[in-house]
């Protein structure tokens, strides 16, 4: 199994997190590779001791850092978020498919029957971004697809996780520049320039899996908050890939979630090398997190990319 990773020097101790719990779950061989511009030999050394210590491949490739510079980021991401789009181009041509997984993740079973997965003709496997219907933290409440200009009900994928038909792309000539103009195109649209590119790229060429491979916990995704009130949402026990997205994460201690202990006990395993939950101040903390949640959810930051 290919495993693709793209993280800066600070986001180091949650990759490892959720490598953890990938390997606790999946006892194949597994190669992880790592884009990355800026992270030093000691922190990558020590992420190669661990990885194979676990009878795991380690193949961390440097991409310039000057590339994306330019690239539109938010506030809690960085450009980083950009480097899976270089899969195609970056990872050996022996290598036809790839499992892209973002830093902010848990692994909570196999993903082997996801991997193995036929693409159908299409570039990417994912899943669909919850909330299905108007986007709250779009300001004028448009749904996606009519605020990227899509056909009505277009579909609209979370792009944490990503199967990515590196064969095919390589192929059909698949362009990182064609992704940057859309964003320029699209600018004063985009609320996550990467994955609403990458939804307006790929419209034709993906295809939707079960959203137990990619679940958002999340306190205020409208969805999520419905479903959490109701019986059906009780119903969906087990998810595989559980992902915490938004600004709040669950190495922060105030962080609170059905899935966040489990994800804290898998992290503490890496207090010999020096990492430790963040913000001992809880009460506080947690009101300036919530309140930071609120803020970035309805009004939609974004700065240039430096």
């Known amino acids: 199994m290919n495993v693709l990773v793209t993280v800066s ?6 990759m490892l997190t959720m490598l953890k719990s990938l390997f606790q779950h999946n006892k194949c061989q597994i190669t992880v590779y790592l884009f990355h511009s800026r992270i030093d030999e000691a922190t990558l050394t020590k992420a190669r001791d661990y990885i194979e210590s676990q009878g795991q491949t380690f193949s961390p490739i440097r991409v310039g850092s000057d590339v994306f510079d330019d690239a539109p980021v938010n506030m809690h991401f960085t450009k980083e978020m950009y480097y899976r789009l270089l899969a195609s181009k970056l990872l050996p041509e022996s290598e036809e498919r790839v499992l892209y997984l973002d830093p902010d993740i848990l692994i909570r079973g196999s993903v082997e029957e996801f991997y193995c997965l036929p693409f159908d003709g299409n570039m990417l496997i994912a899943m669909a971004d919850p909330p299905q219907g108007n986007d709250p933290r779009c300001p004028d409440n448009r749904p996606h697809w009519q605020r990227l200009g899509l056909p009505e009900g277009s579909s609209y994928i979370n ?4 199967l990515m038909n590196l064969k095919l792309m390589r192929e059909q000539g698949f362009d990182v520049n064609r992704i940057f103009g859309i ?23 993906m295809k939707l899996w ?4 990619n679940y958002n916990p999340g306190l205020l995704a409208d969805e999520v908050v419905k479903w959490g009130l109701s019986k059906k949402y009780r119903r969906r026990e087990n998810p595989i890939i559980v992902h915490f997205m938004g ?4 190495w922060s201690i105030h962080y609170r979630n059905k899935y966040c202990y489990e994800y804290q ?5 890496f207090a010999p090398l020096g990492y ?3 913000c001992p101040f809880r009460p506080l903390v947690a009101l300036c997190g919530y309140v930071l949640t609120v803020f970035c959810m309805v009004f939609h930051i974004q700065r240039p990319g430096k």
Do not use: H, W
């Open 9 to 14: 020097q600070n986001y180091v101790p949650y």
């Open 159 to 162: 792009s944490g996780v990503l």
């Open 183 to 205: 964003i320029e195109e699209k600018r004063s649209d985009l609320i996550y320039p990467d994955q609403d590119a990458i939804n307006i790229y790929f419209r034709d060429s």
């Open 210 to 213: 079960k959203n137990l491979y």
């Open 247 to 250: 600004p709040v994460k669950p």
């Open 265 to 269: 006990a898998v992290y503490k395993e």
């Open 276 to 278: 430790r939950l963040q």
